[in-house]
């Protein structure tokens, strides 16, 4: 029998990666399908997946913040650019393109170029207006409340109800002022 070649280390190490997404992917689908049962309506769910994520974006942003040394966005604009370039990149691993802006720079789109949540999901009939990532949509909005600006995040367009892509609308509701911590006496 001819030995076995052993595989090179890049070669583990991306196939360790492609099963780790995979059960990622399968897992949220099998915490979305829960939800349904416990929750029975679809508009719950929805807004279940977005308060999950909420509280995952809320802790997220430290790890973001330690990892990636990015430092302060001048306005909204940069903020999105980070968030389509590099939070996406970190933590779902694609990029999404930033565009759409509207005139005063406080409403805009990102567009992914891949979503590996929906891997092997199909949305059966009773299920259609469900938005199966909305957990998404709720890590950035907490992972940005956590660095001072308030905002709504929500699914435009989303393939898995027929849609040609997955689109996010970023809206800029409030920026809040950070406070220096000490008071000089
Ligand atoms: C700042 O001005 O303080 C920097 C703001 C950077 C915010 C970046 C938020 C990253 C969110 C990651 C989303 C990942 C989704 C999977």
């Known amino acids: 029998m ?17 099963v780790n997404a995979e059960l990622f992917t399968l897992t949220y689908g099998a915490i979305v399908r829960q939800l349904l049962t416990d929750l029975e309506e679809v508009e719950e769910v929805n807004k279940q997946l977005d308060q999950m994520g909420y509280n995952i974006g809320i802790r997220l942003i430290d790890e973001f913040l330690a990892k990636s ?10 903020t999105a650019e980070v968030i389509a370039k590099v939070g996406l990149k970190m933590f779902l691993g694609v990029t999404a393109t930033v ?11 990102l ?3 891949d979503n590996p949540l929906v891997d092997f999901v199909e949305l059966p009939d009773t299920c259609q207006s469900l938005y199966y990532c909305n957990i998404l949509s709720g890590v950035i909005r907490g992972a940005l409340e956590m660095v001072s600006m ?5 699914w435009v367009r989303d393939m898995l109800r027929g849609d040609d ?4 609308q970023l809206k800029l509701l409030k920026q809040v002022p950070e406070e ?6």
């Open 165 to 168: 892509a997955f689109e996010l």
């Open 111 to 113: 567009i992914l170029e």
């Open 180 to 185: 220096y911590p000490y008071k000089d006496d």
């Open 69 to 78: 040394n990015v430092s302060r966005c001048i306005d909204f604009k940069e």
């Open 99 to 109: 565009g759409n802006w509207d005139a005063e720079g406080t409403t805009c789109r």
């Open 2 to 18: 001819a030995p076995v070649a052993p595989r090179s280390g890049d070669a583990i190490f991306a196939n360790v990666e492609r």
């Open 150 to 154: 308030k905002t709504e995040v929500t």
